[in-house]
């Protein structure tokens, strides 16, 4: 079985441009999550999804981050625009049920 | 708040057992998870146990739990080049949000 699949794995970027991630979530996975992880730091929640809904977006910076999960299986996390301070590893992680959420391998974002 | 701590580094020679060492703030924390991370790779769930156990085992993992110190730890018995990775330490309420502490680098040395 295919696990949590995330594209692309590096993106350079200039300041004040836009990115998206891509994820896709195990097959069946109606739990999805957005994780940024900065360097020499744990991953920080940002967003969760029950299927199309999210259920938990507290601490998504909303002025510049955005989020979709159409038809409740992949998932897009977009930044417009880019700053600096955004260079990290993006993080997408699926769980069907409470505790057991597998992570992809993440998106390396540098932003110059 | 929600606080986890781990040790920054921890180094091991091959054979030995490794402890790594977590302390978190939250005293309604259910979940109790053991993750690791290898160089440019995603995080792999090792093993979690519930607010209500002491102590969880699974091959050469001991996960132990001190409820009253808000205190787990993870035991890598016969501890072998391939363990060297990042641990994380995370806690969850619900289940569903899950705060990592800063990761410990095991290192083993052979």
């Known amino acids: 079985e295919a696990g949590v699949v995330q594209s692309p794995r590096y993106k350079i970027i200039e300041k004040k441009q836009p990115v998206a991630f891509w994820c896709n979530p195990i097959?069946?996975?109606?739990?999805l999550y957005w994780y940024l992880q900065n360097l020499g730091q744990g991953p920080e929640l940002l967003i969760r999804?029950?299927?199309?809904?999210?259920?938990?977006d507290s601490q998504l910076p909303k002025d510049r981050f955005s989020a979709e999960r159409l038809k409740g299986v992949d998932s897009t996390l977009k930044i417009q625009p880019a700053e600096l301070g955004d260079s990290a590893v993006y993080l997408c992680?699926?769980?069907?049920?409470?505790?057991?959420?597998?992570f992809g391998q993440g998106t390396r974002l540098t932003v110059v | 708040g929600e606080d986890v701590e781990q040790s920054l580094f921890l180094s091991v020679r091959e054979g030995d057992s490794s402890v790594i060492n977590c302390t978190y703030t939250?005293?309604?924390?259910?979940?109790l998870y053991w993750y690791k991370q290898e160089p440019g790779a995603g995080l792999q769930l090792l093993t979690y146990?519930?607010?209500?156990?002491d102590m969880k085992q699974d091959q050469r993992l001991t996960v132990l739990l001190n409820k009253k110190d808000k205190h787990l730890s993870l035991r890598i018995a016969d501890t072998q080049t391939g363990d060297s990775a990042i641990y994380f330490c995370?806690?969850?309420?619900?289940?569903?949000?899950?705060?990592f502490g800063a990761g410990t680098i095991l290192r083993v040395k052979s």
């Open positions: 992680a699926s769980s069907t049920h409470r505790g057991e959420a597998f």
């Open positions: 097959s069946g996975h109606n739990t």
């Open positions: 999804y029950e299927n199309e809904e999210a259920v938990d």
């Open positions: 939250d005293s309604s924390s259910t979940y």
């Open positions: 146990i519930f607010s209500n156990m």
């Open positions: 995370a806690e969850s309420m619900d289940g569903n949000k899950l705060v």
